[in-house]
C-alpha cells in the first residue's frame, strides 16, 4: 500500500512552514553573538520513506491491534537542526546571502505544494459531482 498523495503534500507543507519559520528566524538573528543557524530536515527523510515503500506490499490495518504486513507507510516528520558553522568573527553562522536563497526557494516550494493540493482536491470535487 502506498502512501496516499495528500498526506505527503501535507508533510511536504508543513516542513516547508517550519523551514519559513526557521529562515525568518535566522534572519532576525544574523547579528546576534554565537548564533548557530536552524535547518528543517525532511525531503532526504521523505525519498528514503518513499523508496522503502515503493517495492514491497503492505497489509492495510483496520485494528491497531492487527499485526502489520509489509513495511510500514510511515511519513517522516519535518526536524529542525542547528548547525554548528563559523561565518562571522563574532562566531554567528548566518550567511545572509544564503538565507535569502533559501527563502525563495522555499517560497517556491510551498506555492507547487499548494497547487498540487488544490488540484487533488479540485479531482476528488469533479469525481464526486461529476462534470456535467
Known sequence: MSIPLLNILERSLDASSMRQRAISNNLANSGTPDYQPQRVAFEEQLKMALDQNSSD???RRTDTRHIPIGKSSV???PTLKTEDIVMNNDGNGVDVDYEMASLSKNSLWYNAMAQQINHEFN???TAIKGRG
Open 57 to 59: 506490499f503492505v497489509g
Open 75 to 77: 511519513l517522516p516528520t
Open 123 to 125: 479531482l476528488l470535487k
